[in-house]
């Protein structure tokens, strides 16, 4: 299937600034971003319901490729490409559970032309990037002709793999706060090969306070119409100590509060559910753990 041609014709435009391509998007109707292209070009080539008359290839605006870091946290720009951002010793220290995301997705191949901002745009409930900078608290700076916007990812996703941008509008960057001290965070993912797309994942991003839980995010991927975050289980650990049975207990809600369905071609509404349990599990164990913290 990825060998066939694009059937419809469709102009192609590069720009060299924002502004023109904010131009572009204001002025001419059913443009489409191309980032890496690893989804927009596989869904034209399959045939998937895109309307599109204008490809705005974005990667030739440099200031959409900046990556910052400083105590605040990090800013990523709308074009780094993921294989750039896996070797980012900034993400590798502070933000491992995105490091961990990141090299679990695809092939080397595949990453040195994917981007994480595509990664969130595209939607995919199963998304493997969209947990992490979930419960990171990530946010996107999204800009159109008239002026910005910054949401924060977890209002970003609607279902059935839709996000809240309108058609103006890109997203130019994603930025994520510097975790608080004695964070620790984990990113488990069961894929049928490495180089695939979730059966299910699961993020969790927690804080220690002595040997209380300070605060604690959670997220699943490929569990319901959109990628799932899970706010009031991580809140129900705030102010507790996190035991091998609050874990179990944990795990066990979180398994009745996902959503999955059955079909697709990757596995079975009954496996997510199953293991969710397991890798919510392990992934709270080892956040913990990487917070410095000691299970009891
Ligand atoms: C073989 C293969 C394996 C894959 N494996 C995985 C995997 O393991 N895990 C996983 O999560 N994904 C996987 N993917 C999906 C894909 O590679 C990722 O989602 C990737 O990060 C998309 O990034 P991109 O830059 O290629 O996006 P593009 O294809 O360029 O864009 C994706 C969508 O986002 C929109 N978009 C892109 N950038 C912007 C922007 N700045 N502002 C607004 N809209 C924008 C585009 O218009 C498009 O609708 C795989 C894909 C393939 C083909």
């Known amino acids: 299937m990825n060998t066939v041609y694009l059937e419809k014709e469709y102009d192609y435009v590069k720009p060299k600034t924002l502004a ?8 001419k109707k059913n443009v489409k971003i191309f980032a890496g292209g690893t989804d927009l070009i596989i869904k034209l080539k399959i045939g998937s319901p895109i309307e599109m008359d204008t490809m705005l290839d974005i990667n030739g605006i440099e200031e959409l490729k900046k990556v910052t870091s400083d105590k605040e946290g990090i800013t990523i720009g709308a074009t780094e490409k993921i294989s750039v951002l896996e070797k980012n010793e900034d993400i590798i220290n502070r ?3 995105l490091y961990e995301a ?14 994480l901002i595509g990664n969130l745009c595209n939607a995919s409930p199963g998304a493997d990037t969209a947990g992490p900078v979930i419960c990171y608290g990530g946010s996107l700076l999204i800009k159109n002709h008239a002026g910005e916007r910054r949401i924060k990812a977890e209002d970003f996703f609607a279902e059935g793999g839709k996000t809240v941008l309108e058609p103006n509008e890109i997203v130019t960057s994603v930025n994520i706060p510097a975790p608080a001290e004695n964070t620790g965070a984990a990113f488990i993912k069961l894929s049928r090969v490495k180089a695939d797309l979730a059966k299910i994942s699961v993020s969790v991003v927690l804080t220690r306070e002595n040997n209380l839980v300070g605060s604690c995010r959670i997220a699943m991927g490929s569990v319901a119409g959109k990628p799932l975050f899970l706010k009031e289980i991580g809140d129900g650990l705030v102010g507790k100590p996190l035991t091998k049975e609050l874990i179990i207990e944990t795990a066990e809600k979180i398994s009745k509060a996902i959503k999955p369905r059955d079909g697709g071609n990757r596995t079975t509404a009954a496996y997510r559910i199953e293991t969710s349990k397991i890798i919510s599990r392990d992934a709270l164990e080892q956040a913990w753990e990487r917070s410095g913290g000691k299970l009891s």
């Open 95 to 97: 933000f491992p559970a």
């Open 20 to 27: 023109e391509a904010l131009e572009i998007l204001e002025t």
């Open 102 to 115: 990141f090299i679990s997705m695809a092939s080397i191949s595949l990453r040195n032309m994917a981007t």
